[in-house]
């Protein structure tokens, strides 16, 4: 999936760490306290549009989604300036902070934290620079300009759906090896479970923080467990190569995964039969999406939508060919 979640460590800044943060604002000769409102339009008479972008990570997904937004940016004759926040929602804040500095026409953030993203947010609203999100938009939307969004309910109400027909409607055996808990993963789970009906039961449901190695540990401690489980609902297919991993050793070719992402190598696991099914929903539609919705708001085109959602694409064996590109 994205890697995002709600963990709270950016209630854990301390005072030195907010101070150094400030102090070096100041230095700089620009304070993330001056400016009002959430971020004026740029003139449509301005020839040329700068956005910051910070990304959240450098797994598959975020440098996908950087590659994207970069060769979409450079076609419509944008300059994009980028930034890396590691999985870490001080970094996160810091980044959003330097975009401000550079005063930039608008910000887009891939976040890797639900929770803190509202103080990003409130520092771009207060120096009056837009700010943008991608994948998510779990925040008061009348403080962003506008949001590329993945139906995640959607997803797991497809591949909880997919089971049901795949498996006749019988009792099986359910596991689940997750992202992070909270936010993303939780609304998919949610409704992968809710999809389920009454015959398939989960009987195993544990997090790998959207870590392959990881994701094979639990897969592990899921075969000791519930040695019975018939399918495996995995958040990301980076987790489900761990998973297929840990199968593969145990000699457990009879258990199916079922997973997101659309990348070339899960398509490729559909079509080998590694994976039964994955979800198309791709960084580069994610990141194409992302820089026409800012062009577009930012120059008042009243034809595009603030809130934006990425197609997906059931992927299975027989439609595997036909999968969209997941990286540009």
């Given amino acids: ?61 975020h440098t996908c989604l950087q590659r994207s937004m970069q060769a979409r940016a450079t076609s419509a004759g944008v300059t994009l300036l980028t930034a890396n926040s590691a999985m870490d929602p001080a970094k996160e804040l810091s980044n959003i902070d330097d975009m401000i500095v550079k005063r930039v026409d608008v910000i887009v953030v891939q976040t890797v934290n639900i929770d803190s993203l509202e103080g990003g947010v409130a520092r771009a609203n207060r120096a009056g620079i837009p700010i943008f999100l991608t994948s998510v938009a779990s925040v008061d939307q009348s403080k962003i300009l506008g949001a590329v969004v993945t139906d995640v309910r959607k997803v797991g109400r497809e591949l909880g759906e997919w089971l049901v027909k795949d498996s006749g409607g019988a009792p099986v055996e359910v596991g689940v090896v997750g992202g992070a808990p909270g936010a993303a993963a939780d609304l998919m789970n949610d409704a992968f479970k809710k999809a389920l009906g009454a015959q398939a039961k989960v009987v195993f449901d544990q997090p790998a923080m959207w870590q392959r190695a990881k994701a094979q540990d639990v897969a592990e401690n899921l075969l000791q467990a519930r040695p019975k489980v018939k399918y495996v609902f995995v958040h990301n297919e980076d987790m489900g190569f761990g998973v297929l991993a840990a199968f593969k050793a145990a000699g457990r070719d009879d258990i199916k995964i079922l997973t997101n992402g659309g990348s070339e190598a899960g398509v490729r696991a559909v079509q080998d039969g590694g994976f039964a099914v994955t979800v198309s929903n791709t960084p580069k539609s994610v990141g194409e999406m992302a820089v026409d919705g800012v062009v577009g708001l930012l120059r008042g085109n009243k034809e595009v939508k603030k809130i934006a959602t990425v197609p997906d694409t059931l992927i299975t064996r027989e439609n595997a060919s036909e999968a969209p590109p997941y990286c540009t």
């Fill in 1 to 61: 999936m994205f890697g995002i979640s709600r963990r709270r460590p950016f209630r854990s800044l301390t005072p030195p760490a907010v101070l150094a943060l400030s102090l070096g604002l100041a230095t700089a000769g620009c304070s993330v306290d001056e400016g009002a409102g959430a971020g004026a339009v740029v003139p449509s008479d301005k020839k040329k549009i700068t956005i910051g972008f910070v990304n959240g990570n450098s797994i598959e997904f």
